[in-house]
């Protein structure tokens, strides 16, 4: 069936260092979405890529989708403690369900 | 405007044990989307529903069911519970349903003993 793949599971960096997390899609996506976890929280809509190639910021976050529309990444430039969480990427799957990748845990040590 | 609610927040019942679980969308949002979360599984589709009807479900058994009534509010039903049932459920609404983005309320913790 159709899977989101999401690689690192984990991330450790030192605050100040920058995070990138990578998604990946078995089949060709009408969009992409991502959403970030705090820990004890529940998922937040963070943005959604629609177009091939597509890249958005906001702030230190840039989010981009490849070019074939099955891949995208979240980049983080010089982390903060409160970048702390897990981030899941997710597309559309063919029930019309979001289907979620099992995404990146964040860890920033001060 | 209010976010999604979800009630109880937490849940301990015993194995065998049915539950209902409560989720209020967003005011306007008539798609409400279920999710089960583990650790091992992550998030994984239960069922959705718009305009009261089922539109799509997941990979789970027949004892996982869900409605949702004319004021979009939804619940969902876990018949004989199992050990392996235990996780957080997320709730979450939409204006729209498929690629609209969703919102999540807090969820509701199970804990299945």
């Known amino acids: 069936g159709q899977q989101v793949m999401q690689i690192p599971q984990y991330q450790h960096v030192q605050e100040g260092e920058d995070f990138t997390t990578y998604c990946n899609s078995s089949t060709t996506l009408s969009n992409i979405q991502w959403y970030k976890q705090r820990p004890g929280g529940h998922p937040v809509f963070l943005i959604q890529l629609v177009k091939s190639g597509e890249v958005k910021k906001q702030k230190r976050l840039t989010f981009q989708f490849g070019e074939a529309k099955k891949n995208s990444s979240l980049h983080i430039t010089a982390t903060q403690t409160t970048d702390v969480g897990t981030y899941f990427c997710?597309?559309?799957?063919?029930?019309?369900?979001?289907?979620f990748g099992k995404g990146t845990k964040l860890s920033v040590k001060p | 405007k209010a976010g999604v609610t979800q009630t109880p927040r937490y849940l301990i019942k015993t194995r065998g044990q049915q539950v209902t679980l409560s989720c209020s969308p967003i005011s306007g949002h008539r798609s409400v989307s279920w999710y089960q979360q583990t650790p091992g599984q992550g998030l994984q589709f239960l069922f959705e529903?718009?305009?009261?009807?089922?539109?799509n479900k997941g990979n789970f058994p027949g004892r996982f069911s869900g409605r949702q009534f004319s004021n979009s509010r939804s619940e969902m039903n876990v018949s004989t519970l199992e050990l392996g049932d235990s996780a957080l459920y997320l709730c979450?609404?939409?204006?729209?349903?498929?690629?609209?983005?969703?919102?999540f309320g807090n969820g509701t913790r199970l804990t299945v003993t």
């Open positions: 997710a597309g559309p799957g063919s029930q019309g369900n979001l289907i």
């Open positions: 529903y718009f305009s009261e009807t089922q539109r």
């Open positions: 979450a609404s939409s204006f729209w349903e498929s690629d609209s983005p969703l919102h």
